[in-house]
């Protein structure tokens, strides 16, 4: 893989149209190897708004590995929330909740962090640290380990702790052990690429903001992401020096929505 395109929150039944072509215009520029979306696809998680959601992600034209997010639950109906919550999901994305991407120098493991009896706050469980761990140690050396959840497993403002993943401290420092590079998220609408400090190996957190949907934070405008690795990152003398050292030679891009231009614009760029 030398392409992954990092979309969250998309809220379809909120989505604003423009939005939505300027991001299928971007997936056709950037051509990803894989599109991972980090939960919330859905406002409500009706029949509908999966559906908008099935034919968007039709128009990127590339695989896409999808976790679920507390939106994606039904809220008000619940007898479908206590008997079939994961039912609307599943009919679009498939049963697998966890899905896992695997290219021969790329690993993506989704990690389904929703409980059904919590409305917002995301949970990871002892065992779910634990298969991801394998899953990570088992990775060949030359793949990017990339872990993906919906609550995010670091904040840049202590005002947002309140939003971290049940479970955050565990899984990073386990995580990192097990080999991980890059743990992407989404679930506050906020934008942010940080290294996670005192662990024995470097992790970052790479969180994107909300990809299509209206329902934006004060300031911050719609966002994804892009990483690039590998020859599309590095020339391939640069990679080859990279790969002996122990380096992984990433490059983590936010791209913006510009409503003046009606097209994503690349806002940041952060080695990783």
């Known amino acids: ?4 395109l990092h979309l969250s ?16 215009a971007l997936a056709a520029q950037q051509r990803p ?42 809220l008000f109906d619940l007898w479908a929330r206590l008997t079939r919550p994961y039912a609307g999901f599943a009919r679009v994305f498939g049963a697998d909740l ?3 991407h695997s290219s021969p120098d790329c690993l ?5 962090t929703t409980r059904v009896w919590r409305h917002r706050h995301g949970e990871v469980s002892g065992v779910q640290i634990a298969r991801v761990a394998r899953l990570l ?14 609550q995010p497993l670091a904040v840049a403002d202590a005002g947002e702790s309140v939003h971290l993943l049940r479970g955050h401290a565990r899984a990073a420092q386990v995580w990192a052990q097990a080999g991980a590079d890059l743990v992407l998220g989404g679930h506050i609408h906020l934008p942010y690429t940080m290294p996670l400090p005192g662990l024995e190996r470097h ?17 911050v405008p719609n966002s ?25 030679g990433c490059v983590m891009e936010r791209w913006d929505f510009f409503a003046n231009q009606q097209a994503f614009v690349r806002t940041t760029v952060n080695a990783v």
């Open 203 to 219: 992790l970052w957190v790479v969180q994107a903001g909300t990809a299509v949907s209206r329902r934006t934070r004060p300031s």
């Open 1 to 4: 893989m030398s392409v992954l």
């Open 33 to 74: 190897d894989v599109v991972v979306l980090s939960g919330d696809i859905t406002q409500r998680a009706s029949a509908a708004q999966f559906r908008a959601a099935k034919t968007f992600v039709d128009r990127l034209g590339a695989p896409v590995l999808a976790i679920p997010g507390n939106h994606d639950i039904a």
């Open 98 to 100: 966890e899905p896992v």
């Open 137 to 150: 140690a088992a990775a060949k050396p030359e793949q990017l380990r990339v872990v993906v959840v919906h």
């Open 108 to 112: 993506v493991v989704g990690v389904n």
């Open 9 to 24: 929150d998309t809220h379809f039944g909120t989505e604003q149209p423009q939005v939505v072509e300027a991001l299928v």
């Open 224 to 248: 994804v992401n892009v990483l690039r690795w590998g020859d599309a990152a590095n020339p391939p003398q640069a990679v080859s020096r990279n790969r002996a050292a122990g380096v992984r």
